[in-house]
């Protein structure tokens, strides 16, 4: 597993800034050199790009490669739980419901929906 140390957390922030900055200065730049002959729209500026960045990530999504790490690790959990046999299968499902008590479904039912899916392969 990857952990990050105080040196790591440190960068993480100036790297984000400096292409915060970067991307708004690109994003501003199209704008006033298309957007405005072919649709007739204003010249914007360096801080109303970066408030249409901010606001086109928070209508549309924040990152694609976030999805791709959420497959990636449904992908994992799902591997590892056709590779456990029932009894461990139940002592997950007791484990996860006494950390998450307030799951709607049942051990039972997560075990009698895992039973069926089996019959139908």
Do not use: C
Not at 3 to 19: C, D, E, H, S
Not at 25 to 42: K, S
Not at 57 to 71: D, E, I, Q, T, Y
Request: no cysteine; proline share 3%; hydrophobic share 40%.
């Amino acid at each position: 597993m990857r952990t990050f140390n105080k040196r790591n957390r440190f960068l993480i922030a100036p790297i984000f800034l400096v292409a915060l900055a970067g991307i708004g200065l690109i994003t501003m730049l199209l704008w006033n050199n298309l957007l405005p002959q072919i649709f007739h729209l204003p010249q914007i500026s360096y801080w109303q790009s970066v408030g249409l960045l901010i606001l086109s990530r928070v209508l549309f999504g924040f990152s694609s490669h976030l999805n791709g790490l959420h497959n990636h690790r449904m992908g994992r959990i799902r591997e590892r739980w056709e590779h456990m046999n029932q009894q461990e299968r139940e002592e997950l499902i007791k484990h996860l419901h006494h950390r998450m008590p307030y799951e709607s479904d049942s051990k039972e039912n997560i075990i009698n929906q895992e039973t069926s899916d089996k019959n139908k392969s």
